[in-house]
């Protein structure tokens, strides 16, 4: 997939919160004024057992001791209810341009603003709860789930006074808040309030890196780059040899047990916690070729970006009843357009729209789907006038989508129009509130108080969101 054209501010974005990430690294110099990203600081720890690898981190674990990680999870998995709801984040990187996701061919100031980039009033299909609007062509299978019941619409999600910067205002949306100083991401502090201290699958960023949201301050959450990347690397063993290896590396580490010997207790217990995650994940584990070792009952698209391979292997774990609460992962594409937004914009929604009806299809195939509701957001929208470079520069409101079998399908806020509905700067003016969302998803969804995780959470209406 080729990439779109990023401003300054978007790479800058990109390096400081990959830094954030490496916990215990530092940062790179901040801007006087940017927000450090939540989870910054935040212990991390990767299972290691000397000459081998495991591609997991788990971040707040500091004060628990490793080997008891393994039973955290299978007692959180036993406590488990076959109802246990999840939530999916899923995050559109760059802020994608809601005036062509949903592009209003029926309004007559849309053409004078983009006369280059406003879409055919044939293209896509019909939006049915606003006879202004289309669908971009390329979401033809978000489209089909509205049209199913499956999908809510938020056409102008935000919030007042909105900051235009990639850094801050994608910061706004993981921590909950227009808050520069919060440190830990709304998921997080939602896990905070029901987690368990010892089950690091709880909170699941599959993007390899802490995703901010789910940055919490005291139970544990983990990382990895998809199910079929956990697993051990050793330089020059493979096949049998390397299994028998591994086997023995887990007796070994029992044998370190009990003997009195701190050193050796700790090296004992990351072998053997680290023994034990490999054999409850190995289904999971890729071949050689990097095929999955799992099956999925519907067809994913085939791509090089990993975003299908990611939410496939996600419908597989919690078809195993891996103890999952919350998941947190990227979209493909790249959706800071500023030039040569056209293509850009048609390749990265294709993908993810396809790959969004894969996973409802799979959980639907496996009886999950009214445990599942997945939120699709971005930082900001775009302006509604198209630049000189093909592309548009950076807005305010945006656009978001509630997928699942359990919401009401119905529009959340109403699109404001390109007369009224633009501020003083050309940008679309919110109709929804990004907090009250979040608000409705914590009580209506996750059933937990909004007030304990969103500042300020009586402030902001509630939509309704499930049937």
Known sequence: MRQACHCDDFS????????????????????????LPAGTGLDRRSFLARSTGLALSVYGASRMGLPGLDEGIARAAA???????????????GGADSLAILFPTGDPNYRALRPKLGLAESDGSAFAEDPRLRWHPA???????????KVSVLPAVGYTDPDQSHFTSRHYYEVGATQPNLRTGWLGRYLDRVGDPDNPLQGLSLDGQLQPALATARVPVA??????????WTAGVWGDVAERM?????????????????????????????????????????????????TSPVAYPESDDQFPKRL??????????????????????GYDTHADQAQDLTDGLQLTADSLLAFQRDLEARGLADRVLVNVWSEF???????????????????????????????????????????????????????????????????????????????????????
């Not at 979401?139 to 019941?149: D, I, K, P, Q």
């Not at 990382?223 to 051990?232: E, T």
């Not at 078809?319 to 919350?326: D, F, I, Q, T």
């Open 139 to 149: 979401l033809g299978a978000l489209a089909g789930l509205h049209g199913e019941g």
């Open 79 to 93: 406590a488990a209810s076959p109802t246990d709801r999840v939530l999916v984040s899923v995050f559109l990187d």
């Open 312 to 333: 496939a292997g996600l419908g597989a774990m919690l078809a195993a009843g891996l103890p999952v609460r919350a998941v947190a992962l990227t979209a493909p594409g």
């Open 12 to 35: 800058r974005s990109a390096l400081l919160r990959a830094a954030a990430a490496q916990a215990g690294q530092g940062l790179p110099v901040i801007e006087r004024g940017m927000p």
């Open 223 to 232: 990382a990895i780059d998809g199910p079929g990347n956990y697993d051990f």
């Open 246 to 294: 591994l086997d023995s590396l887990g007796q070994l580490g029992k044998a370190g047990l009990g003997k009195g010997d701190a050193a050796l207790e700790e090296a004992g217990g990351v072998a053997v916690q680290a023994h034990r995650l490999r054999k409850q994940l190995l289904p999971f584990a890729d071949d050689d070729e990097g095929n999955p070792a799992y």
């Open 381 to 467: 929208g775009r302006r509604a006038k198209e630049n000189g470079s093909s592309g548009t520069d950076h807005g305010a409101a945006g656009i978001g989508f509630l997928i699942g079998t359990r919401v009401r399908g119905q529009l959340i806020g109403e699109f404001p129009g390109l007369d009224k509905g633009l501020d003083e700067q050309g940008n679309l003016k919110p109709t929804s509130d990004f907090r009250g969302l979040y608000a409705a998803i914590l009580e209506q969804w996750l059933e937990t108080d909004a007030g304990a995780v969103i500042p300020d959470a009586s402030r902001f209406q509630r939509p309704a969101l499930l049937r």
